[in-house]
Nanobody, 129 residues
Framework: VQLQAFGGGLVQAGGSLTLFCAASGHSYALSTYAIGWFRQAPGKEREFVAAITWSGSMKNYAESVKGRFTISRDGAKNTVYLQMNSLKPEDTAVYYC?????????????????????WGQGTLVTVSS
């Protein structure tokens, strides 16, 4: 599956943004994949942000975003969302969505980049202080 992440932009600290992850090409249904969001700041490694199972029944968040970010999905729109509230300058990064067709969901697996087979191109989020 080919993914496209969009919705990034420039926002002031304390503000909100919603990121979108969609499948490119009408033949792919995101509903059969677990989706994860990762981010990579300049000079840093890519890190896990949030993940959701294909059904939406289970979600996982990095400690740094718990209580501020919410991952959700809309099967009808074939889209996964990352609602980001109370943004901080340290949230500045390129955000990527990724898809995994592995049905063996675990919190540990969902946090690892190599569990995901497909990646979107990334969208830049800049939070100014």
């Amino acid at each position: 599956v080919q993914l496209q992440a969009f919705g990034g932009g420039l926002v002031q600290a304390g503000g909100s943004l919603t990121l979108f992850c969609a499948a490119s090409g009408h033949s792919y249904a995101l509903s059969t994949y677990a989706i994860g969001w990762f981010r990579q700041a300049p000079g840093k490694e890519r890190e896990f942000v949030a993940a959701i199972t294909w059904s939406g029944s289970m979600k996982n968040y990095a400690e740094s975003v718990k209580g501020r970010f919410t991952i959700s999905r809309d099967g009808a729109k074939n889209t996964v969302y990352l609602q980001m509230n109370s943004l901080k300058p340290e949230d500045t990064a390129v955000y990527y969505c990724a898809a995994s067709g592995d049905n063996n969901w675990s919190i540990r697996s969902a946090e690892k980049t190599d569990w995901y087979a497909s990646w979107g191109q990334g969208t830049l989020v800049t939070v100014s202080s």
